[in-house]
């Protein structure tokens, strides 16, 4: 089935123009059974930090980017952009200027007290996950709207919308059977001088894509459970 894509364009001061929304409602025992299998499948994500460098299908990845901005935003204003990196070349450059950043933040940097909330998870500055995983997607948040003559426009919950955005990209990803990870180095600039993105633009996480290894391990991590996060009033 394919989708039909439209061209969006700015809706800024444009009037309020309701249409229909009628989705037929699911039967209360699909409802349950889909949501028991969706916690089920979600439970088994993993953050991966050791890939295979088998390829991946190019549309699975594309697909997720296209599930992600669907996600909700202030103002509907879809403050993102994804840039999909699949030259080696690129991949190599963003790795180097990461590692230099790590190191300096492993080395010092991110503080004793940051270093010892990573501990459990056995990071360091060495990222090979940015040249052997087959693609790296670096989301970037769109600070503001910056029209093609300059003009800027104020965006609302950048932050929020980006993140939930990013969110649902990584459900996208699992549930399509490929592995990522949020990776955050810090500070992020030299994304946006490497990938010569648009002074609006800020990158807000690199997430190498790809398959788990054949050796790949995780850290033994014990998640919350429900009643340690859910309130019910
Ligand atoms: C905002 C954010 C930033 C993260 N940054 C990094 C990072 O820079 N490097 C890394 O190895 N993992 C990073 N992670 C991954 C987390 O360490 C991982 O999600 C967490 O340990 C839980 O593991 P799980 O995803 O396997 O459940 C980040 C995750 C999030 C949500």
Redesign the pocket.
């Known amino acids: 089935m394919s989708i039909p894509t439209t061209q969006w364009t700015p809706t800024h001061g444009d009037p309020y123009r309701p249409v229909p929304y009628r989705p037929e409602r699911m039967p209360a025992a699909e409802s349950l059974a889909r949501a028991a299998e969706l916690r089920e499948r979600m439970d088994r ?3 991966v ?1 050791q890939f295979s460098a088998d390829p991946v299908p190019e549309q699975v990845v594309r697909d997720a980017i296209a599930c992600a901005a669907t996600a909700p935003s202030g103002a509907h204003q879809q403050p993102w952009t994804f840039v999909l990196v699949r030259d080696p070349g690129v991949r190599r450059r963003i790795r180097e200027a990461a590692e230099a950043e790590e190191r300096v933040s492993y080395e010092g940097r991110l503080g004793e007290e940051w270093l010892a909330a990573l501990r459990p ?1 056995g ?1 360091d500055e060495v990222k090979p996950h940015l040249t052997d995983a087959p693609a790296l997607i670096v989301v970037f948040q769109q600070r503001y709207w910056l029209g093609e003559d300059g003009e800027k426009r104020k965006h609302y919950y950048v932050d929020e919308s980006v993140g939930i955005a990013v969110g649902m990209l990584l459900s996208a990803l699992h549930l399509s059977g490929l592995a990522a ?5 810090s500070p992020m600039r030299f994304l946006s001088e490497v990938l010569g993105r648009p002074a609006n633009e800020k990158a807000f ?1 690199v997430l190498p894509v790809g398959y788990p290894a054949a050796d790949c391990q ?2 033994d ?1 014990v ?1 919350k459970s429900l009643d340690q996060v859910l309130v019910e009033i």
């Open positions: 994500r993993r953050t930090r998870l990071t990870l949020v990776h955050t180095p996480a995780v850290p991590l998640r």
